[in-house]
Antibody, heavy 118, light 112 residues
Framework: QVQLVQSGAEVKKPGASVKVSCKAS????????ISWVRQAPGQGLEWMGW????????NYAQKLQGRVTMTTDTSTSTAYMELRSLRSDDTAVYYC???????????WGQGTLVTVSS | DIVMTQTPLSLSVTPGQPASISCKSS???????????LYWYLQKPGQPPQLLIY???NRFSGVPDRFSGSGSGTDFTLKISRVEAEDVGVYYC?????????FGQGTKLEIK
């Protein structure tokens, strides 16, 4: 079965960087893209960007351009999302989700809470 | 960016009764390939979202047939024919015809 397992919660200071991992199993990793979606406390869902696990092509949300980098390691079937210059409003649960054959986000990771606080 | 607007924002339903959620997009979600890129997700309490409906009206694998989606262009509806206790959570519509993908604000379903 398809599984996406994310790394654990992080606490960061403003201005720091965070890198969240998402390990995929149960399918051919390079056949699907991975998107990252975040959810601030008590808020809705915000798409951050997408990466092709096949060739590494990316598309980032304009508001995060310059601060976010998405990468993959095909040898370990793992996707990564790095967010730099963290601010308090980056405090959120960060989800990875598979870009499936019938829909974006057909399977989701469990989420990683990133707290930005001085 | 395409704005997705859901109504109502909250819903309280007696088990066994129907429920309906509306989603309107600021632009048509009908692509030149003939597909309409509108999806519905449910986020149960403390869980990540899960895919319910893809391309307006297709139930994802394992989704009960009490869930149905309809609509076209810019107006869409998710219906639950008979609400069950396990249906509680926040329902989101989402579009993927244009980047950035955007979600509705969410509709919180509670059980009376």
């Amino acid at each position: 079965q398809v599984q996406l397992v994310q790394s654990g919660a992080e606490v960061k200071k403003p201005g720091a960087s965070v890198k969240v991992s998402c390990k995929a199993s149960g399918y051919t990793f390079t056949s699907y893209g991975i998107s990252w979606v975040r959810q601030a406390p008590g808020q809705g869902l915000e798409w951050m960007g997408w990466i092709s696990a096949y060739n590494g092509n990316t598309n980032y949300a304009q508001k995060l351009q310059g601060r976010v980098t998405m990468t993959t390691d095909t040898s370990t079937s793992t996707a990564y999302m790095e967010l730099r210059s963290l601010r308090s409003d980056d405090t959120a649960v960060y989800y990875c989700a598979r870009d499936g054959s019938v829909a974006p986000f057909d399977y989701w990771g469990q989420g990683t809470l990133v707290t930005v606080s001085s | 960016d395409i704005v997705m607007t859901q109504t109502p924002l909250s819903l309280s339903v007696t088990p066994g009764q129907p429920a309906s959620i509306s989603c309107k997009s600021s632009q048509s979600l009908l692509h030149s390939d003939g597909k309409t890129y509108l999806y519905w997700y449910l986020q149960k309490p403390g869980q990540p979202p899960q895919l319910l409906i893809y391309e307006v009206s297709n139930r994802f694998s394992g989704v009960p047939d009490r869930f149905s989606g309809s609509g076209s262009g810019t107006d869409f509806t998710l219906k639950i024919s008979r609400v069950e206790a396990e249906d509680v959570g926040v329902y989101y519509c989402m579009q993927s015809i244009q980047l950035p993908y955007t979600f509705g604000q969410g509709t919180k379903l509670e059980i009376k």
